[in-house]
């Protein structure tokens, strides 16, 4: 697919592209067992969503439908939204393949189609650092969550400039190129033009997420290291991913204030 001249100067067309081409390689994942990797994700979450009796939520970047695929499982009416429209077919076939009823939204993250306080909960995962005005994204998940509701934020500091870790992703692309989980799109071709305009991507360690959390005026700001979760991707996944990826996943939580 090539993108037309204007598009290749928006970068938010040239993401979607990227994710609409990545798609279908996306949506094989990165473990040997997706239902254990289910099950730990429920885990982790429980605490910050159905124990405490939230039920109406948003995946915002919902990419195949992991995440929400799971919150259904936990009982939560979940609504998607992604920029990709690849990413979005992947995830209604997957969603409907699994007996559920997808409900969908093609849009973007900064700028939600949904009415003000709608949803108990915005969750996402793996979304924050691609984003080109994150702080925006934060005021419009504000916006559609009702008072008291919780965004729930998962991420990785996945291009950590530290060079022991620079290290490990150059070790880990030579090892990918041997193996069947190969990310088969370029990725650097795609996204070096835009790098500039993705505050957080090369910054996405869990401080700088705390900061704006508390910036966009959360309340009851929490970090969780999810250790369980960063344990189960040490154990079922491949060594080109974990030289990538150790330890990498953090949970970021905050509640918007009761008036
Ligand atoms: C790394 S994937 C994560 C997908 C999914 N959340 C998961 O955990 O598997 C990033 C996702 O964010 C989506 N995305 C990127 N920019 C976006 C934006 N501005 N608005 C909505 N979705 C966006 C991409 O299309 C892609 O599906």
Redesign the pocket.
């Known amino acids: 697919m090539r993108l037309q001249d204007d598009e290749q100067k928006d970068p938010?067309k040239i993401?979607?592209g990227?994710?609409?081409l990545?798609?279908k390689s996306?949506s094989k994942?990165v473990t040997d067992s997706r239902d254990e990797e289910k099950e730990t994700w429920k885990r982790c979450l429980a605490p910050f969503i159905t124990d405490i009796g939230l039920s109406k939520a948003l995946?915002?970047?919902?990419?195949?439908?992991?995440?929400s695929s799971l919150l259904d499982d936990m009982g939560v009416d979940v609504t998607g939204?992604?920029?990709?429209r690849?990413?979005?077919a992947q995830a209604r076939d997957a969603l409907l393949q699994e007996r559920r009823d997808p409900d969908l939204f093609q849009?973007?993250?900064?700028?939600l189609p949904f009415r003000s306080s709608c949803f108990d909960v915005v969750a996402?995962?793996?979304?924050l650092?691609?984003?080109?005005d994150p702080g925006k994204?934060l005021a419009q998940w504000m916006r559609v969550l009702r008072p008291g509701g919780r965004i729930l934020v998962?991420d990785g500091n996945w291009f950590d400039p530290a060079v022991s870790k620079w290290l490990g992703r150059g070790l880990s692309g030579l090892l990918a190129n041997f193996s069947k989980s190969r990310n088969p799109v370029p990725f650097h071709r795609f996204y070096d033009p835009v790098l500039q305009e993705l505050p957080l991507y090369s910054a996405c360690g869990p401080e700088r997420y705390l900061a704006f959390f508390e910036d966009a005026g959360m309340k009851n700001v929490t970090l969780d290291r999810l250790s369980e979760a960063n344990r189960f991707y040490k154990s079922h996944t491949s060594l080109s991913y974990r030289l990538a990826n150790a330890n990498a996943l953090f949970l970021v939580t905050g509640e918007k204030g009761n008036q």
């Not at 939204?81 to 990709?84: G, M, P």
């Not at 849009?107 to 700028?111: F, L, M, Q, R, S």
């Open positions: 938010k993401i979607a990227y994710w609409d990545r798609s996306y994942g995946d915002v970047g919902s990419g195949t439908g992991f995440l939204l992604d920029i990709s690849g990413m979005l849009g973007d993250a900064e700028e996402s995962r793996h979304l650092w691609t984003l080109t994204a998962i």
